[in-house]
């Protein structure tokens, strides 16, 4: 927001600038990450209240949202008998009815604050008619005052709060900042603005942040939240895009694009064809791998679209050029899984594959055992075509990864952008890969993988057993388990599925692997389960993953933990219980552990959530099998927090812009900063 002309902006001023904000004041402000002006004028409102005419109390409908305006004529506390719970209730009287205001929890202090003859605001949603009753409400005590204009008779903010500042109070303080300093606020230092074409049609920015706080009609919001959005973006691109230019100007690539001698015998031992889907991603990353920058390039792939046997031909290409490969994995399971596939599919072919996870390393003494029993051979000295799998123990400094031209990392969100900076350190600028099954909406793509070209994988292999999902209640269990031991007796196996490893008096409601694995010996007797969650020793759970591989084990009783990397073609089912504790991303990876064989299989989500939003976001995966679908489904109801994982993914705190629903400002945010630069 500061002026390029000028060294230091007074909105980096302290908050204590604005008058009224004194120490403790400003203390209460830093609670909300208010530090400076500047913090005070991009606080942005929760909602709004339009002033200028107030619903009669005699005009308030169930269960819908409204402002009042009545004066106190009683109030008190009332105590009950058991305990030491009380409730405070005051009455609202407007001339034309009574509200009834309650507080379920009374506090001390509000004995004093909600006293007879005071008039207040009052926002909430009738829970009856008869008496008209809200409970909690929000209220604010009209005080005539030289400042009155300010929160009454016009569409008035209703900001974010803190204990001890009242909506009124922070009202006034905006106000007043905006008084004094809003001729400071600044276009952006990029300049050019308002000829730009994203910009035409949107008010400047000192007005958009006046428009943010005090419009003139609630349809002036979204204009202003657009301007600052836009802004927000722009910011971020061009981080994004001159990081980029940076590197490419920087960083010669190394020739990884290969001569076929490994791949043309690879690719005629595998059991199946590449769909048109890979191949045509294959040349995207062929080019890359031939060109002048080094690749960095992003593989989406819904689960189970065949991302894996991409990697492989990358790693293949980059391998005929001389060079080693490095994939990371972000769990012991899933690098371990990769070191089998890796084995099976390179050996043959004259490739060292080598292991390096926290606990386990190829060539050492307990290592990784193969299915056939003997162990992988000793690798001292690493020869020159080699591929190194592991989890974040590749990235530590004691490991050494001499010529490096390939970094693959998969399940990239479980990962921040540090870890994969590391990494590629550890090479001279090598090509990077990064493979993600969790479906990236567009606006994340363009945002937290902003700097990648982006590769997508939108087909899925042929000779794949339908998935059938089924969203039922607690008192099913039995019927589900009844079925699952039927399929189990045709030959099948089943995963089952719970949200915590133990779980604490005060969450009873939810239930956890260690408790109920019992529970399912006992339902699914005679058949064998196992149990597999982050707290048992790697090799125990390697041990346990390798007797489910071999049907040694009909059903596997686990956490999360299985989400990603588990590849078992015989198990068919999947049973998730509190499936609302899980994101539906998550879910959806979950239920990509199925269907992986020939066999139809079926996944059964028990919940009993009341909650609309549980409700909704369960029935998405029952309507659909599209992870991009689901993934901009979860984004609009939960948000971009579990997508964007770490707080080192890169991607600032957004103030203004929505990263569910802004598609189009942040392509425009990216066109204009591509033309600038």
Same mark, same amino acid.
């Given at each position: 927001?500061?002026?390029?002309?000028?060294? *230091?902006?007074?909105?980096?001023?302290?908050?204590?600038?604005?008058?009224?904000?004194?120490?403790?004041?400003?203390?209460?402000?830093?609670?909300?990450?208010?530090?400076?002006?500047?913090?005070?004028?991009?606080?942005?409102?929760?909602?709004?209240?339009?002033?200028?005419?107030?619903?009669?109390?005699?005009?308030?409908?169930?269960?819908?949202?409204?402002?009042?305006?009545?004066?106190?004529?009683?109030?008190?506390?009332?105590?009950?008998?058991?305990?030491?719970?009380?409730?405070?209730?005051?009455?609202?009287?407007?001339?034309?009815?009574?509200?009834?205001?309650?507080?379920?929890?009374?506090?001390?202090? %509000?004995?004093?604050?909600?006293?007879?003859?005071?008039?207040?605001?009052?926002?909430?949603?009738?829970?009856?008619?008869?008496? !008209?009753?809200?409970?909690?409400?929000?209220?604010?005590?009209? &005080?005539?005052?030289?400042?009155?204009?300010?929160?009454?008779?016009?569409?008035?903010?209703?900001?974010?709060?803190?204990?001890?500042?009242?909506?009124?109070?922070?009202?006034?303080?905006?106000?007043?900042?905006?008084?004094?300093?809003?001729?400071?606020?600044? &276009?952006?230092? %990029?300049?050019?603005?308002?000829?730009?074409?994203?910009?035409?049609?949107?008010?400047?920015? +000192?007005?958009?942040?006046? %428009?943010?706080?005090?419009?003139?009609?609630?349809?002036?919001?979204?204009?202003?939240?657009?301007?600052?959005?836009?802004?927000?973006?722009?910011?971020?691109?061009?981080?994004?895009?001159?990081?980029?230019?940076?590197?490419?100007?920087?960083?010669?690539?190394?020739?990884?694009?290969?001569?076929? !001698?490994?791949?043309?015998?690879?690719?005629?031992?595998?059991?199946?064809?590449?769909?048109?889907?890979?191949?045509?991603?294959?040349?995207?990353?062929?080019?890359?791998?031939?060109?002048?920058?080094?690749?960095?390039?992003?593989?989406?792939?819904? *689960?189970?679209?065949?991302?894996?046997?991409?990697?492989?031909?990358?790693?293949? %290409?980059?391998? &005929?050029?001389?060079?080693?490969?490095?994939?990371?994995?972000?769990?012991?399971?899933?690098?371990?899984?990769?070191? !089998?596939?890796?084995?099976?599919?390179?050996?043959?072919?004259?490739?060292?594959?080598?292991?390096?996870?926290?606990?386990?390393?190829?060539?050492?003494?307990?290592?990784?055992?193969?299915?056939?029993?003997?162990?992988? !051979?000793?690798?001292?000295?690493?020869?020159?075509?080699?591929?190194?799998?592991?989890?974040?123990?590749?990235?530590?400094?004691?490991?050494?990864?001499?010529?490096?031209?390939?970094?693959?990392?998969?399940?990239?969100?479980?990962?921040? *952008?540090?870890?994969?900076?590391?990494?590629?350190?550890?090479?001279? =600028?090598?090509?990077?890969?990064?493979?993600?099954?969790?479906? @990236?909406?567009?606006?994340?793509?363009?945002?937290?993988?902003?700097?990648?070209?982006?590769?997508?994988?939108?087909?899925?292999?042929?000779?794949?057993?339908?998935?059938?999902?089924?969203?039922?209640?607690?008192?099913?269990?039995?019927?589900?388990?009844?079925?699952?031991?039927?399929?189990?007796?045709?030959?099948?196996?089943? =995963?089952?599925? =719970?949200?915590?490893?133990?779980?604490?008096?005060?969450?009873?409601?939810?239930?956890?692997?260690?408790?109920?694995?019992?529970?399912?010996?006992? +339902?699914?007797?005679?058949?064998?389960?196992?149990?597999?969650?982050?707290?048992?020793?790697?090799?125990?759970?390697?041990?346990?993953?390798?007797?489910?591989?071999?049907?040694?084990?009909?059903?596997? *009783?686990?956490?999360?933990? @299985?989400?990603?990397?588990?590849?078992?073609?015989?198990?068919?089912?999947?049973?998730?219980?509190?499936? &609302?504790?899980?994101?539906?991303?998550?879910?959806?990876?979950?239920?990509?552990?199925?269907?992986?064989?020939?066999?139809?299989?079926?996944?059964?989500?028990?919940?009993?959530?009341?909650?609309?939003?549980?409700?909704?976001?369960?029935?998405?995966?029952?309507?659909?099998?599209?992870?991009?679908?689901?993934?901009?489904?979860?984004?609009?109801?939960?948000?971009?927090?579990?997508?964007?994982?770490?707080?080192?993914?890169?991607?600032?705190?957004?103030?203004?812009?929505?990263? +569910?629903?802004?598609?189009?400002?942040?392509?425009?945010?990216?066109?204009?900063? +591509?033309?600038?630069?």
């Amino acid at each position: 927001m500061s002026s390029p002309e000028k060294t *230091v902006s007074p909105l980096t001023a302290p908050v204590s600038s604005v008058w009224g904000v004194g120490e403790e004041r400003a203390r209460l402000l830093a609670r909300l990450g208010i530090f400076t002006v500047e913090d005070l004028l991009l606080h942005q409102p929760r909602r709004y209240e339009d002033r200028r005419k107030f619903l009669a109390i005699r005009e308030l409908k169930l269960n819908e949202p409204a402002t009042v305006r009545g004066t106190i004529i009683a109030a008190g506390i009332e105590r009950f008998k058991q305990g030491k719970r009380a409730m405070f209730e005051c009455v609202f009287d407007d001339g034309t009815a009574r509200l009834h205001c309650r507080w379920w929890q009374a506090q001390p202090w %509000m004995e004093d604050w909600f006293t007879v003859g005071r008039e207040f605001l009052v926002f909430g949603k009738p829970d009856s008619l008869k008496p !008209r009753n809200i409970d909690h409400p929000e209220t604010e005590l009209v &005080e005539p005052g030289e400042d009155e204009f300010v929160h009454v008779n016009r569409i008035v903010p209703v900001h974010p709060l803190t204990e001890g500042l009242t909506a009124r109070v922070m009202r006034t303080l905006v106000w007043r900042a905006l008084e004094k300093f809003e001729r400071e606020i600044a &276009e952006p230092a %990029m300049g050019r603005v308002q000829s730009d074409a994203p910009y035409q049609g949107l008010p400047a920015r +000192a007005n958009a942040v006046r %428009m943010i706080h005090f419009p003139e009609e609630l349809t002036d919001v979204e204009i202003a939240r657009q301007r600052l959005a836009l802004d927000e973006f722009v910011a971020l691109q061009f981080q994004i895009q001159s990081r980029r230019k940076k590197f490419e100007a920087s960083a010669k690539a190394l020739s990884c694009g290969g001569d076929n !001698r490994l791949m043309k015998p690879f690719l005629a031992s595998l059991d199946f064809k590449l769909t048109p889907a890979q191949t045509k991603v294959l040349k995207e990353i062929r080019t890359d791998l031939g060109g002048v920058h080094p690749m960095r390039r992003l593989l989406q792939g819904d *689960v189970g679209s065949g991302k894996t046997a991409v990697a492989a031909c990358s790693a293949l %290409m980059a391998l &005929e050029s001389g060079f080693n490969v490095a994939l990371m994995a972000p769990t012991e399971i899933l690098a371990e899984q990769h070191f !089998r596939n890796f084995t099976k599919w390179f050996e043959p072919l004259g490739v060292n594959v080598e292991l390096q996870t926290g606990s386990r390393k190829s060539g050492e003494d307990g290592g990784l055992k193969r299915e056939a029993g003997r162990r992988v !051979r000793p690798s001292i000295l690493h020869p020159p075509s080699s591929i190194f799998v592991g989890t974040h123990a590749l990235f530590t400094a004691g490991f050494d990864l001499p010529k490096l031209g390939l970094v693959i990392i998969d399940e990239q969100h479980k990962f921040g *952008v540090a870890q994969r900076e590391t990494l590629v350190r550890k090479g001279n =600028y090598p090509h990077l890969l990064v493979m993600t099954a969790t479906p @990236i909406p567009r606006t994340l793509g363009l945002t937290l993988y902003g700097d990648l070209d982006v590769s997508v994988i939108d087909e899925m292999p042929g000779g794949r057993g339908e998935i059938k999902t089924f969203v039922r209640m607690t008192e099913k269990l039995p019927k589900v388990f009844g079925f699952i031991r039927e399929k189990i007796s045709g030959g099948r196996q089943a =995963y089952i599925v =719970y949200p915590r490893v133990e779980v604490a008096d005060t969450d009873k409601d939810i239930k956890a692997v260690t408790k109920e694995f019992a529970n399912v010996q006992r +339902a699914l007797a005679p058949f064998k389960a196992g149990l597999l969650h982050g707290r048992i020793k790697s090799v125990d759970k390697e041990n346990v993953m390798a007797d489910f591989r071999a049907n040694k084990i009909q059903a596997l *009783v686990a956490t999360s933990l @299985i989400e990603v990397g588990v590849d078992v073609p015989n198990a068919t089912v999947m049973l998730v219980e509190n499936a &609302e504790h899980f994101g539906l991303a998550q879910l959806h990876q979950l239920r990509g552990r199925i269907g992986r064989g020939v066999h139809e299989s079926f996944c059964i989500l028990i919940s009993d959530a009341q909650h609309p939003e549980a409700q909704a976001r369960l029935k998405i995966l029952e309507e659909t099998n599209d992870g991009f679908k689901i993934a901009e489904a979860d984004l609009k109801l939960r948000g971009p927090g579990e997508l964007l994982g770490q707080l080192q993914s890169g991607v600032p705190d957004l103030r203004f812009g929505n990263l +569910a629903g802004d598609l189009n400002l942040i392509r425009q945010a990216r066109e204009l900063v +591509a033309k600038i630069l």
